[in-house]
């Protein structure tokens, strides 16, 4: 009995560790830390990008404001007013002078010139969190209120988006007129059409692989569903039913590797731009296709 369980032990550890439908390769592009005056990152907590997609845009925890050449990664000078952004968490490009940041500090939102630097400060009745632009409006999360609201560019509420009777929304990303918003706590996507009104819910697959912490959400231009688990240092990737398909990255502190990834979005050439606050950083990763490979 025992040489027949020692075989059989022996037989489970030669297996692979984990078996997955597909296979997403990609590679280390580059590693994003400091600005054209040395400036260094120390908790980036957003990445979002230009209107032409040309300029990526981070957000510190520590109240400064990066920009980088999505190709190449050129830094400009890093642009922070002390006193006036007080826990920036998020921003996006209003247009083509403009910049809002989402200052969560003090429960408001400013919209900052760059040219001038003059800023504009409008104060919200919730919390905000995440913000994008979309066709003209702007869509922000609730911090508390876990919901989604889509403002005018009056700041007037013209729609809400709620999360239902369970856990709110932590994270969301509009592409082709589909908004995913992702529920951490009963690890559910939300999908909103935005031009039919439909709701769908799909359950993400959490048996063999756990998902631990999930943080943000994206999907790339296929319908896949890429979810960034904090805990476990990875991105975990879904098809559009839910199912487990791969999970890319692993957790460390060298380049290529994830400590504390708090969020991911794609460039329009499709690399992913994760922000890692464990290792105060901002990593680019490319999808390597068999003709890229070769």
Not at 177 to 199: A, Q, W, Y
Not at 245 to 271: A, H, Q, T, V
């Amino acid at each position: 009995m025992n040489i027949l369980l020692t075989i059989l032990s022996l037989f489970t550890f030669a297996l692979p560790k984990a078996v997955f439908a597909r296979s997403f390769n990609y590679t280390w592009y580059m590693t994003l830390k400091k600005d054209k005056r040395e400036t260094f990152m120390r908790r980036p907590l957003f990445v979002s990008f230009s209107q032409n997609g040309g300029w990526a845009y981070i957000v510190d925890g520590t109240g400064k404001l990066f920009s980088y050449s999505v190709k190449r990664g050129i830094p400009k000078p890093a642009f922070f007013a002390r006193g006036v952004l007080n826990k920036p968490v998020a921003m996006a490009k209003f247009s083509k002078e403009k910049i809002i940041v989402i200052n969560r500090g003090n429960q408001e939102i400013d919209i900052i010139n760059l040219k001038t630097r003059k800023i504009e400060k409008i104060r919200m009745r919730m919390i905000p969190d995440k913000i994008f632009i979309h066709k003209g409006y702007i869509y922000i999360l609730g911090r508390l209120t876990g919901d989604i609201y889509k403002f005018d560019n009056q700041f007037n509420v013209k729609e809400v988006f709620t999360h239902g009777k369970d856990d709110g929304f932590i994270d969301f990303k509009i592409r082709k007129n589909r908004m995913v918003c992702l529920k951490p706590i009963s690890k559910t996507v939300v999908e909103f059409d935005l031009k039919t009104g439909k709701r769908k819910t799909i359950k993400l697959e959490d048996k063999n692989h756990k998902l631990f912490l999930p943080v943000s959400i994206d999907v790339d231009k296929d319908g896949y569903i890429y979810i960034c688990d904090k805990d476990a240092g990875n991105i975990k990737i879904y098809s559009p039913k839910g199912s487990l398909l791969d999970i890319i990255l692993r957790k460390g502190e060298k380049i290529g590797n994830l400590y504390y990834p708090s969020y991911i979005n794609f460039d329009k050439y499709g690399n992913l731009w994760i922000a890692e606050e464990g290792n105060g950083r901002v990593e680019v990763f490319d999808r390597q296709s068999p003709k890229s490979k070769k």
